[in-house]
T-cell receptor
């Protein structure tokens, strides 16, 4: 149980376009979802936290107008990278939690974004 | 603000040797510390947490508040332990908390 999926697993796009990444909890309802960014061989950096039906809370330094997060249901959250630039190329990982606690946080496999 | 430091990016040991992955933290509140593991081409998964004081796959970690450390140890490393290990601090106390990850340590266990 407690499986989290992400789609797509990898995406290549042109600079200036927008890309949507989906995060789904397959067999549980996630009240809270987290979006992380990971640079090669570096740590995961929390970008934002979202609760179903409410606005996401962004970490300091993360542009909310650039990284749009929608948590429309208890099983789906989406991250849209708007007007993507090459510096947005990264590995994006989501996690889903039933309660917000760390021990109930389950991670997706990640999405590799390459902006040309 | 909380911070987690893993001083070793790479750690290599031979099979059967003891291994210790270091983790230090700074946090003004009462910390909850975790170790996560990411095997090759797999997703991040929880390995163990300090609250439960459990041993998972032979690994243990003790929270030392005096030294603000949460080192991960295993007395006899196995080849299948080769992976990326992340130490993480959970700052809770609200309706939802957040995990702060260390930089990660790549452990390689040689045959």
């Amino acid at each position: 149980g407690a499986v989290v999926s992400q789609h797509p697993s990898r995406v290549i796009c042109k600079s200036g376009t927008s890309v949507k990444i989906e995060c789904r909890s397959l067999d549980f309802q996630a009240t809270t979802m987290f979006w992380y960014r990971q640079f090669p061989k570096q740590s995961l950096m929390l970008m934002a936290t979202s609760n179903e039906g409410s606005k996401a809370t962004y970490e300091q330094g993360v542009e909310k107008d650039k990284f749009l997060i929608n948590h429309a249901s208890l099983t789906l959250s989406t991250l849209t990278v708007t007007s993507a630039h090459p510096e947005d190329s990264s590995f994006y990982i989501c996690s889903a939690s039933t309660s917000g606690g760390a021990e109930t946080q389950y991670f997706g496999p990640g999405t590799r974004l390459l902006v040309l | 603000a909380q911070r987690v430091t893993q001083p070793e990016k790479l750690l290599s040991v031979f099979k059967g040797a003891p291994v210790e992955l270091k983790c230090n933290y700074s946090y003004s509140g009462s910390p909850e510390l975790f170790w996560y593991v990411q095997y090759s081409r797999q997703r991040l998964q929880l390995l163990l947490r300090h609250i439960s004081r459990e041993s998972i796959k032979g690994f243990t970690a003790d929270l030392n508040k005096g030294e603000t450390s949460f080192h991960l140890k295993k007395p006899f490393a196995q080849e299948e332990d080769s992976a990326m290990y992340y130490c993480a601090l959970f700052a809770g106390g609200t309706s939802y908390g957040k995990l702060t990850f260390g930089q990660g340590t790549i452990l390689t266990v040689h045959p």
